[in-house]
């Protein structure tokens, strides 16, 4: 056994303990941690299709939600968010972020 096999053992134990770590943080984040919402179980989501074009998923045209909202009658509340990408920039070179759009009642517990 030659002097550097130790240390790249080390090595390759840390990187794998860092490896699982990450990939519980993100698996806990995601499934095992509640929601932040009351009764999150209640919780709907609601989509449009576009069969004229073969798809099953479309985003939710903002026309639409504002007139689903003004004559919901079945829903505590309605909110609305999508993900998007933008650019950001504070005295440097702009970065390329992701985050999200959302009504202004998005996150309220009432």
Known sequence: MQ???DSNGLATLALGLAGSVVIFSVFN???????PF???ERLV????VAPKWNLEYTAVNYDDFFEWRLQNQTF???????????NFSFKGNPQRMEG???S???LSNE
Do not use: A, M, Q
């Open 45 to 48: 989501n609601l989509d449009e």
């Open 38 to 40: 009351k009764e999150p």
């Open 3 to 5: 002097e550097g096999d």
């Open 104 to 106: 202004y009642d998005f």
């Open 76 to 86: 505590d509340s309605t909110s609305v968010w999508e993900e998007v990408s933008f």
């Open 29 to 35: 984040g995601l499934f095992l941690r509640p929601l």
């Open 100 to 102: 999200g759009r959302l």
